[in-house]
Every structure is written in C-alpha cells, then in structure tokens.
C-alpha cells in the first residue's frame, strides 16, 4: 500500500493511498483529517486534482470535524433525542438509553463539555445507533428482500468505519449502524446494493442494472452517499424522521 501526503491550498495535508482494494478515487474527512484512496493505475496528478475540485466541500467537512461537540436536543439516528442530566455529585454516571431519549447526567462540578461527559454521551449514541439499527435495518432488508425476490443467508448490524454494508460471496449482509443517521431513500439504497451483491459479487455492468432494477435513481443516490463519512453525526433537528412513520 503507497502512500503520499501532499499539501493542498486551502485544504492542508492531504493523505493519498493507493490500494489494491480501490476501485475508484474515494474521499473522506474524519477527525484524523482528509484521505483520498485511488486505485494503483491511477496517477497522483488525478487524485490531486480530484481533491482540489472538492475543495470547498473538504473545507465544510472539516469544520463539522472541528465542531463536534454533542449538544442538549442533538437528534440520534431515527428515534432518540439526546440529554444531558445535572445530578448530585455521589450519584452514579452511567447514561441511559430509553426508547426515545439518551439521559448522560453529569456532577456539578463538570460541564456537559468536559471530555468525559463527551466520552459518555457518545458511547450511549452508539449504543442508541446500534439499538435502532438492530431492529429497523433487519425488517426493512427482509422486506425490499422480499418485495423484489431475493434471498439472503443471514444479517448482521456492526460499526463500520468506512463501508455502509457489504456482502459476501455466502450472502451474508452486514449494515452499518451509522445507516440510521441517512435518508430512507439512502438506506434503501444501501440495502439494494447488497442484495444485488448475492447475485453479483462485482460492480460490473450487470451488477449496476440489477440494483436500478430496484432502484432506478441508484448511481444518483450512490454518487451522494459516497462522499457521507460512517461517523456519528448528531442533527438538529427532526426532519430524519418525517418519513418514518411509513415504516
């Protein structure tokens, strides 16, 4: 695996790795900083100039890194809605996770600010995340599994860091619990896009038509998820969940 740092105005440094698993130039923005993995035939002159035309978007994604702090009404995923608890200074600190809400209480002397507050809110997300995931993901798979035929051995819910789901050639599907923070439109389409791999363990031609057989706006759908980062990212507001009455 090669890899290159190169310094981009306005950007910073820029990792670049070339991999023998890359198919494509791909982006991501973490709090570790901005990586671009690309495919051994293509040139760093590409790559760069790829980044350079998504340098604006670099830009924002960096100041979401930077201001990540989890805030009082921070929508989780689907259904939780976050909240810090002021609780007297003996009183146990673990967070509960409710059906609807995620309580992290903290002493007095903390502020909800303060890393280990922080560290606690964001493991109870994970398990909200993980909670939500392990109910909803499974019963939407079966039923677009169901509504266009196909068939699967088993499921599986887990936190990814860079795929939404995959497939293997046993049809085993695993789904990221990040999932629960996009679009149904989008989680549909990521669960398409596994179930087409039970049939085609490739990204070919045929593979392409079989996944717009389902869902015929998927490369516009695919081109948008490709460049959202599986990472915690809480909302304000709940427009996440107006279309889930539906399921």
Known sequence: MAVKIIDIPDVGPVQFIKSSRSRSIRLSVTSKGVRV?????VTYTAAVRFARQHS?????QLQTQ????LTQGDKIGKLHTLQFEKVPQATDLRAKVTPTKLIVPYHPSETYENSEVQARAE???LRALRKEASVLLPQRLAKLAAQYMYTYKDVSVRNLKRRWGSCDSKQHIVLNIFLMQLSWEQIDYVICHELAHTKHMHHGPVFWQEVESMMPDARMIAKRVRYIQPALQPTKSATALDDDMAY
Do not use: K, R, Y
């Open 123 to 125: 493991q109870a997300a």
């Open 56 to 60: 604006s978007w670099i830009s924002s």
């Open 37 to 41: 993995s690309l495919p051994h035939w």
């Open 66 to 69: 930077a201001v990540s702090l």
